[in-house]
């Protein structure tokens, strides 16, 4: 069972920045998805950016391509996500999310069994 601990969410204003760790415990396969959503009040959750563990190949929306960047630490067993010119429409709850991986990653929150408890981030304009 994987365990994922986010931190580092908060207020920020338009064009500043923000890094979200999220440490994870308990990996049983030997390759996972990790992977950042974000669900704004009355919206479906979406991916923002996905990363295989076992070659760093990556997946971005189309809305933070080129503004953030997602990266893992496997000594520490952390995954980042640096987020910079923020928006006041990056404003969400974001979440930290695992699935083991097959040579490939998804985006569908669904095929994501495991999942943190999520961090807030809010942009001002």
């Known amino acids: 069972q994987v365990q994922l601990v986010e931190s580092g969410g908060g207020s920020v204003q338009a064009g500043g920045s923000l890094r979200l760790s999220c440490a994870a415990s308990g990996y049983t396969y030997s390759s996972y998805c990790m992977a950042w959503f974000r669900q704004a009040p009355g919206k479906e959750r979406e991916a923002v950016a996905v990363?295989?563990?076992?070659?760093?190949?990556?997946i971005y929306s189309d809305s933070v391509k080129g503004r953030f960047t997602i990266s893992q630490d496997n000594a520490k067993n952390t995954l980042y996500l640096q987020m910079n010119s923020l928006k006041p429409e990056d404003t969400a709850i974001y979440y930290c999310?695992?699935?083991?991986?097959?040579?490939?990653?998804?985006?569908?929150?669904?095929?994501?069994?495991?999942w943190g408890q999520g961090t807030q981030v809010t942009v001002s304009s």
């Open positions: 999310a695992a699935r083991a991986a097959w040579g490939y990653c998804v985006t569908r929150p669904y095929d994501y069994p495991f």
């Open positions: 990363i295989l563990d076992s070659d760093g190949s990556t």
